[in-house]
């Protein structure tokens, strides 16, 4: 079950993202400049993309580099981000940092705030870790993290009040604050962070993000992204 607070929007993509891929894979073999031959539809382009890029294993990701989507992310745990950093993917992110927007967690203290708008806690439910051992998280064991939040948004707030710099009173807090962040990918890199994290093993939260992440991508390039999601989606298939 998905997160409520998870959050993914776009903010700006390329126009006809598929046209894009087709005029550059186009000039490696056209004698003409592409700017001035007519291209196919969108539809169409998508199609002889797939075609001539994907299809039987080519694997000729270059002309998929050149359209670009921005998303803004929202409400993910810290632990997202250091995942979604973590291995070369090839894009661009700018995140919220506690050392300047930590008044959410002041705000805890004061009543003003939920406790889990601003500290994720993960579901009661049962769980498996990457060694395969099975483990229980209980209302009461999740209880207890919240309590956790609460005297640790406390304690935060406490040192404010005293004078202290948010980049040093945030030392206290639990790991998995919530962060916003944008990140902007091409269409090889999103497939490539698609082909990391929505794997099986994949920490189950940024599982969650590449399902919130997939319909845009389906939106944006369809022929492309259907390819994608048939033949890699979920498989492992790193690195194109």
Not at 167 to 191: G, T, W
Not at 221 to 231: L, Q, R, T
Request: charged fraction near 25%; proline fraction near 5%; charge should be neutral.
């Amino acid at each position: 079950m998905t997160d409520p607070y998870f959050t993914v929007k776009c903010l700006n993509r390329t126009e006809q993202p598929q046209t894009l891929i087709w005029q550059a894979m186009h000039q490696d073999y056209s004698e003409e400049c592409v700017a001035y031959e007519h291209p196919p539809c969108e539809s169409e382009a998508g199609d002889i993309a797939v075609k001539r890029l994907l299809l039987g294993g080519r694997g000729h990701y270059g002309p998929l580099e050149h359209p670009s989507i921005t998303f803004n992310v929202g409400w993910f745990p810290h632990s997202v981000m250091q995942q979604a950093r973590t291995h070369r993917v090839g894009v661009s992110f700018d995140v919220q940092s506690m050392r300047y927007t930590g008044q959410r967690v002041a705000q805890i203290a004061r009543g003003k705030v939920d406790l889990e708008e601003v500290f994720y806690l993960r579901p009661v439910g049962e769980y498996t870790d990457r060694q395969g051992k099975k483990y229980s998280y209980t209302p009461k064991l999740r209880a207890q993290d919240a309590e956790r939040c609460y005297d640790a948004a406390e304690a935060y707030a406490a040192k404010l009040k005293l004078g202290f710099a948010e980049e040093h009173a945030r030392a206290l807090l639990p790991f998995d604050f919530r962060q916003h962040f944008v990140v902007s990918f091409n269409v090889r890199s999103l497939m490539h962070f698609l082909d990391l994290r929505a794997k099986a093993d994949a920490q189950c939260e940024i599982q969650q993000l590449c399902d919130l992440m997939l319909p845009h991508f389906i939106e944006w390039a369809p022929a492309i992204a259907d390819w994608y999601e048939k033949n890699r989606w979920g498989k492992a298939r790193l690195a194109p």
